[in-house]
């Protein structure tokens, strides 16, 4: 149940943004060995974001996946900010990654939680 949410302040209109949350869905999912079939991925551009004191391009990043080894997000954080710099132009010392413990009773699908 990988979601991930890329909150950043670049305006993206005529920009291929199905096409990058595809590449990012894929990308989270082999990070995690899941199936992409239950990876989701929100994207919330022209969010208002400053980042030290700048409106430079920036990115609040958040990777909820239920079970997330103590290990994974500094393997996932390299990826994720590579990713953001080649496809978005961001610079990785402009990014902040949050991976939030969810316990599994907190976390629904299918009319059911994980707990």
Partial sequence: MP?????TNIHLEGFDTA???KEASALVAKALGKSEAYVMVRLEAQSKLIFGGSDDPAAFVELISLGLPEEAPAQITPLLCTFLSGKLNIAPERVYLNFPIVPRSHFGWNNKTFG
């Fill in 3 to 7: 979601s991930l949410t890329i909150h």
């Fill in 19 to 21: 096409g990058l949350m």
